[in-house]
């Protein structure tokens, strides 16, 4: 067994950009940091005999990755038809305007204030373009206007910041809120149970080869972490600030401000629950 294999979900190696699947190529934009892990994926999606593609998270405003983006899809021989985004993050959408204009295509989202066009998204939507299919899945949590996109035909699943290639993710509170993230983790599950998905293609990091895997693994450290705020609040820790420095003593200090949104949507959780 490799090391990769042995880590949760068992990630595909390092990140990089080109094929992920038989229909995902990804485009890796240059906005690296403690946030981001290599940068945000990019994802360019289309049938293997079409000349069309949809492109999921044009990603940062950064021209030369929009336009980066547009070369590989054309080197490929396919037009950009469509532009969807997984929430509305910067790294994920911010350049999704100046996408649209270089494109020429729509931007679909869940929030209205990302759409450049009449079409939105909503749980159950199917999109289909040059045979491709893709279903909307609602995954809220990270964010409220969070979705992802089921890809049958590669069994796949493209997660935005829901389920990262490497390590976990933030709730980011108050937008996010815990409790609707674990339902979005047992939906994931179920996709990955009756739906037969097995690969996560995530807005940053590594492909994932084990989805279900990569689920049971964040449906336990949400419960590993919230016992441990539960037990940090009954042991005097008031704050959110001071449960963090207490409960993430392990993690990078530049790490602290996003785990603090983390805990205040957990403290809500357990207050909501009657459990502090």
Do not use: C
Not at 18 to 41: E, F, K, Q, W, Y
Not at 61 to 71: E, R, S, T
Request: negative net charge.
């Amino acid at each position: 067994m490799t090391e990769a294999a042995a880590l949760p979900g068992q990630p595909r190696g390092g990140v990089q950009s080109g094929p992920a699947t038989a229909r995902a190529v990804n485009v890796l934009a240059p906005n690296a940091s403690a946030m981001t892990l290599d940068g945000t994926n990019t994802w360019i999606l289309a049938e293997p005999d079409s000349d069309l593609a949809v492109v999921i998270d044009p990603g940062p405003l950064d021209d030369g990755h929009l336009k980066n983006v547009i070369a590989v899809a054309e080197k490929a021989g396919r037009r950009i038809a469509l532009t969807l985004l997984t929430h509305g993050h910067p790294d994920h959408a911010e350049g999704a305007g100046r996408f649209a204009e270089l494109t020429g295509t729509a931007v679909r989202a869940l929030d209205p204030a990302l759409r450049l066009g009449d079409e939105g998204l909503a749980a159950g939507d199917v999109v289909t373009t040059g045979g491709l299919e893709l279903r909307v899945v609602p995954t809220p949590g990270h964010t409220a206007d969070s979705l992802s996109f089921h890809l049958p035909a590669d069994q796949a699943v493209l997660t935005g910041d829901t389920i990262l290639g490497r390590g976990t993710t933030v709730v980011a509170h108050p937008d996010g809120r815990l409790g609707d993230y674990l339902d979005t983790l047992r939906r994931l599950r179920s996709l990955t149970v009756d739906d037969g998905v097995h690969t996560v293609l995530p807005g940053h990091g590594p492909v994932l080869e084990d989805a279900q895997g990569a689920v049971e693994f964040y449906l336990a450290h949400r419960a590993h972490r919230l016992a441990q705020v539960e037990t940090a609040v009954e042991d005097g820790y008031a704050t959110a600030a001071q449960v963090v420095a207490h409960v993430y003593a392990d993690v990078d200090r530049s790490l602290w401000p996003a785990a603090e949104l983390s805990v205040l949507a957990q403290l809500d959780y357990l207050r909501e629950h009657g459990l502090i």
